[in-house]
């Protein structure tokens, strides 16, 4: 049994160690492999990878099992520039031309076996980078040598017609050289019967030498030739041998006239080509100067690049979406950077809500139509449903508010654990909103009838800035602007900045903590908040309009934990309505819509945490309230354009 024991402990030891062989860099089968922690992206942050170093390449691949399947990702090791992490003791980054990888380790041990076996490889590489080397042969080309190969091919209309010119002219040497193959091989024929003449006794005539007894020897073959002596095989003088003798010189003397055409005929063409070299060649010449000149120029601005990118990399000019320039205490990015990066991606977001409000728009019209006729007899019936089940009427995450909604346990109002909160900021907010604008406030933008005004505050660095915005909306009660702005079921309709939000406990029916997640705006990080939500009606008179109020303040609850990375934005926002009815008339239910008007006064005091720099923040907040307010007025004014008032 011991032994038992003791080999499963040695199994599990064995384990346990192969395990953390894998996570740490370390040699195996003679490359260095292991995990690291890779940057991904702002969205997915940094992810585990596996990564191996081999033949002059950094590989990595999702995990140790996808080996097989190819790498992900790989950079030249040759080129490289490793660099520790001036804060991140885990942290290096590796930088191959505008290529970037920020890396983790699992310690600090790591990452120096990992830097220390990059380094080594990348030596190793400079090393066998020679001509004919076995690593040369695998080298990818770069950038910049495939720019060099583009640029080189691009050519003025002058050196167009010179390179139509070669290219003529290398036509006409094919052709020669065609012609001399042909008269070559013609030439060749007649040295080869010249050589069988001499050395064989005209071969070529063997065949009428050995007939010769065929032959009509009565008449002679040219008259004008002397018949030398003639011997038959005893010695004596054979007719047959003479008259074979004379054929083979007849036909030499004939090929002598052929061999002098086919000589002029070579000349001509070796004349030809050698023309045609000669044209090559100072064309070649001519030329020579000019790409001497576009290859220095192309090297001048080669140097340029190369001095301007090891400047870059001096100043650790941050990649777009690389972990530096994102929002935190070591933020490379300035205020300036900051702020475009900032209004970027919110004119993404702009852009992607009108998409979204347009094909909205699109699909109600269009099947408005279809179920017009329906609709019309249910029309009241499910408006009085609708009004009587409005806190249940919500859909995905805010399913569970529904069963708190109807439970029979609700408190009744001000009497949870949070009212005198509650009634002590109200009180704030009333008493604030009655105070006149003064000196220290400042107009930052005004549109109509909207006004927006803001004093700089700082605590502790933090812009704390107070606003204060006055509006006057046409056509819809202040009763109506405070019920769509402190129904949960609208919010995610006409607050676009929201990635989520939901009701996580009900104090009374008319007091709701809300949780919400904001959209991700890069470079800061992403925001949530935690708060509780109160209407009230005040009613000054039975003959004055009430006013309504709706206050958003930042509390502490155990179901909404604060989790990094994301931020806790904190605020103390209050939005109060009055109904002003313009021209009244004697039945008081004969009032219009054209007949009312609601004057709306904005009040927030927002924290938003984390490292925004300050500048940044109040040219965002000078953007976007004002925005805000004719976004969310809009949505109320479309919303009751057909509905009953609701004062």
């Not at 660099?83 to 942290?91: G, N, S």
Request: hydrophobic share 30%; aromatic share 10%.
């Amino acid at each position: 049994m011991a032994s038992t024991g003791d080999g499963a402990t040695t199994s599990d030891d064995e384990e346990s160690l192969e395990d953390e062989k894998t996570i740490g860099g370390s040699f195996r089968n003679g490359e260095f492999q292991g995990r690291l922690f890779k940057w991904t992206n702002y969205l997915h942050g940094w992810q585990e990878r596996y990564l191996i170093l081999r033949h002059g390449f950094l590989n990595y691949y999702k995990n140790e099992f996808d080996i097989t399947l190819g790498c992900r990702g790989a950079l030249s090791v040759r080129q490289a520039i490793i660099q520790r992490h001036e804060f991140d003791d885990c942290r290096f980054d590796i930088r191959v031309s505008d290529s970037v990888w920020y890396l983790r380790a699992q310690n600090p041990d790591d990452r120096e076996r990992w830097r220390q076996a990059l380094e080594d490889h990348k030596q190793i590489c400079k090393s066998e980078s020679g001509y004919g080397s076995e690593t040369s042969l695998r080298r990818h080309p770069s950038l910049g040598s495939l720019a060099s190969t583009a640029s080189a091919g691009v050519a003025s209309t002058g050196s167009f017609r010179k390179d139509r010119n070669l290219i003529i002219k290398l036509s006409e040497l094919e052709t020669y050289r065609e012609l001399l193959s042909q008269q070559v091989a013609t030439l060749q024929t007649y040295f080869d019967a010249c050589a069988n003449a001499v050395t064989k006794g005209f071969e070529p005539y063997q065949k009428e030498y050995e007939n010769a007894n065929d032959l009509d020897l009565e008449e002679p073959l040219d008259k004008n030739y002397a018949m030398p002596a003639l011997h038959d095989e005893t010695g004596k003088n054979s007719p047959s041998k003479l008259r074979i003798d004379q054929l083979a010189l007849v036909d030499h003397a004939a090929m002598a006239v052929d061999f002098k055409g086919e000589a002029l005929t070579f000349k001509a063409t070796t004349d030809g080509v050698i023309h045609n070299l000669t044209f090559c060649i100072e064309l070649m010449q001519k030329r020579e100067e000019v790409w001497r000149k576009k290859y220095e120029k192309e090297s001048e601005r080669r140097k340029r690049f190369q001095d301007l990118y090891t400047k870059i990399v001096k100043q650790k000019i941050p990649a777009l979406g690389s972990p530096d320039a994102e929002e935190g205490p070591y933020s490379t990015l300035n205020e300036d950077e900051f702020y475009d990066a900032l209004d970027q991606s919110l004119d993404r977001l702009d852009r992607e809500t009108d998409d979204l409000q347009f094909s909205a728009k699109l699909f109600s019209s269009s099947s408005k139509s279809s179920i017009d006729h329906r609709s019309t007899a249910k029309k009241s019936k499910s408006s009085t449903v609708s009004d009587s089940i409005k806190p249940t009427s919500t859909t995905n995450s805010d399913a569970t508010v529904a069963v708190t909604l109807n439970n029979e346990n609700i408190l009744p109002k001000g009497k949870h654990r949070l009212a005198n909160d509650v009634e002590r900021v109200v009180q704030e907010h009333l008493t604030y909103v009655r105070e006149e604008i003064s000196d220290g406030w400042d107009l930052i933008h005004q549109e109509g009838e909207m006004k927006v005004y803001r004093r700089e505050v700082e605590e502790n660095g933090i812009v704390v800035d107070p606003l204060k915005s006055f509006h006057s909306i046409k056509g819809v009660t202040g009763h109506e602007i405070c019920r769509y702005f402190w129904e949960y079921q609208y919010r995610m309709e006409w607050e676009t900045t929201l990635d989520s939000t939901k009701i996580i406990e009900v104090l009374d029916p008319d007091t709701v903590i809300f949780f919400q997640m904001h959209k991700r705006v890069w470079p800061a990080a992403q925001r949530d908040s935690c708060f509780w939500s109160h209407i009230r009606c005040i009613s000054n008179s039975e003959e004055d309009q009430p006013t309504w109020l709706v206050v958003n303040y930042t509390t502490s609850h155990p179901l909404a934990p604060i989790k990094p990375p994301q931020v806790r934005l904190v605020a103390n926002v209050a939005l109060i309505c009055e109904t002003i009815i313009n021209e009244p008339p004697l039945n008081p239910n004969d009032i219009k819509r054209e007949n009312i008007e609601c004057k709306l006064t904005y009040v927030a005091f927002v924290n938003p945490g984390g490292w925004v720099p300050s500048a940044a923040l109040r040219s965002v907040a000078k953007r976007e309230y004002p925005r805000f307010l004719k976004r969310f007025t809009s949505y109320v004014i479309e919303q009751t354009r057909d509905k009953p008032i609701q004062f």
